[in-house]
Each structure stands twice: as C-alpha cells, then as structure tokens.
C-alpha cells in the first residue's frame, strides 16, 4: 500500500502542489523553514485528519485562506485504488470523503492509510504521560485485532457514565451495577487484545532493537491499569470511596501503561536522547512489521529530520531497518548527500527539493 498521488492546498506555506511519490522512498531535503515538514503534516493529515505539530487547527491552514485540503491516491496491495480526502475548515469544522462518499470518522482514514510517525519528538514516548504509551499501544491494537475499536467504544461509554454517576449519583443502583459490568466486561477484552499484542510485539522489537544499539537488560513490560492479582470488579468496590472523591474512575484500561526499564529504573530517565531515539524508532519499526503480518496494507513512514541526534552508521542501520520493511517512507532532511549510501540500488528513491514552500522533484542521487 502506498501514496500514488499526494495533492495539497493551503497547508501552512506550502505553495499548491501535486507530487507523484515513489512506492518506497521519497526524501524531502531544503534548508529548515522551508517547507519540509509541513509537507509530511500535510500527509499526517490526510491519513488521521489532524495535525502532528500543532493541537490547534488554525496555524496549519495558510494565512487568510478559509480552509485547507489534502487529496491522496492510495494504491493498495489487492484491490484498486483508492480516493481519500480531507478538507479543514478555520471554524473547525472538517469534511472526510473516502472514494467521492463522506466518511463518518478519521478512524476509516486511518485504517485504510496506517501511519508511523518518527521526528525529534519521538522521545516523548518514553519520557511523556502514559496517554502516549497507550495511543502508541491502542494504535498497533487497533491495526491487528478488527474487534479491539468496537470494544474500545463500548468501554468509553462505559467509562463515560460510571464518571458521570461519580460526580452527579444520578444513577439508581440496578443502573450503576450494569454499568459497572459492562465496564469490567469491556475491560476484560481490551486487556486479552493489548496482551496478545505486546506478546507478539516484544520479539519483533528486541530483534530490531539489537539491529540499532546494544542495550543489554532493557525490557519492554505492561501495566494493564489494575492490580495483577485481583479482578477489576473487586478493585472498583474496594476503590469506590476514592473514585467519588476525585470524581472519576481510578483504575482500569483507561490507566494502562507501557513500560521500558533497563537496570531496574526508568529507561528514560538513563538512556541519552540519541539512545531513546533509537528505542523508539525500534518500537514503530516493529510496529509495521506487525501490521504487515496482520493485513494486506503496510504503514506509510513519516520520518522528520532523519538525520538529527544519529551518527552515520545508526542512519544507515536505520534506513536499511525502514528498507527491510518494504514500505512507503517520507524523510526530511537538510541535507540529502548524507542518505547517499543508505540504500540498496534496486531501491526505488525519489528527491524532492523543497525551497520557500515550492516543492520540485529532482533526480535520483544515485542516476
């Protein structure tokens, strides 16, 4: 599955432009400020309808324009092609259509166009809030188990009035107890779905990892948001004094966690950045290799300013790691001769020259 066609308009200060991407890898070089990155939000957009640089909408469209647009042709690995759009409006109103149909959420974007994203900062994965560990988490979830987002909602809306009933009591007791079965049902099921998965995620990422750095006696571990030893039913019981003091649900899915130690402390808290950076690139590499096991599509790679925190033999060892995967990959970089090397021959690589917001493709360095 790759991008054929990529169409953009009114994003940040790029020019309007239309550009046919290589299936494999495309490099984006200019000198900063230019446009670079805003041409890989620009994808980011088309693929989950939001920004990766910015929570707020308005500085991604272009100065007194009203909206901005992204079009895609997606050409997937069985099958024909597919038609994708996203148009995001100053109000905040945005418009999804999926080949000439409205879409009902970013949810169907994503799941035809799985995106990876790797800038400078990745890092936060490690050293952020738990909520990004469990998006990074619910992410490959979602991609390999088609059952985890029906599960997921059930157990928001769950989660949702068990709140609600906490801070207002609104609820009469045959009520509250059907909630909170249904919480610890749905509960149960997003637990057995982030398990399988991290079981399956643990050898793909050690053997990447080991193919990046030596860390020896770094693992990767979950916490499933509840005492290991008792079942969440109890925990809510026990907890429910607690939980209507602070006026929400203390513990369940909703507090899992990812957790990356090495020598028994937190992995963040010793490995350098260049380190994380590469842990974290390991855990998205491992991602794609099991998305692709799982389904017919593999993930489109967004890697800003690749070259940045890492010497020349770990961007090398990385670029042959992204190559290995045998997917569409997007990198910037100030300077395209130091990705001279990085690539096999037969490897399909296109150049793209990115000055004041105009992008030019150019030839392959390699020609």
Known sequence: MSLSRVSVTAVRNL???????????????????????????AVHLLGLARSFRSTRLLPVIQHEQAACTVFGVVDETEGGPRNLGVSRERNGEFTIRIDGQNARSAAQLAEIMPLQ?????????LEGAPKIRRQFLDWGVFHVEPRFMGTWQRL??????????????????????????????????????RRAYIKALKPVFEQTLSELVSLEGLTLSY??????????????STSLFRDQQMGHTQAGPQRADLRLRLGGHNAAEILSRGQQKLVVCALRIAQGHLVSQARRGQC??????????????????LCRLLEDLRCQVFITCVDHELLRECWQTETPVALFHVEQGCITQTHDHRE
């Open 15 to 41: 020019h309007p432009v239309t550009i046919s991407p290589s299936p494999r890898i495309n490099i984006l070089y200019g000198a900063n400020g230019s446009g670079k990155t805003s041409m890989l939000e």
């Open 117 to 125: 994203l790797i800038n400078p900062d990745s890092f936060r994965l």
């Open 300 to 317: 489109i790679y967004l890697v800003d300013d690749l070259p940045s925190e890492l010497d020349e033999q770990h961007r090398l060892s």
């Open 223 to 236: 916490y499933r948001g509840w005492d290991k030893d008792r079942e969440l039913v109890e925990v809510l």
């Open 156 to 193: 928001q809306k769950a989660l949702k009035q068990r709140n609600s009933w906490l801070r207002h009591g609104t609820l009469d007791a045959a009520s509250q107890a059907a909630w909170d079965r249904e919480l610890c049902q749905a509960s149960a099921e997003i637990d057995e779905y």
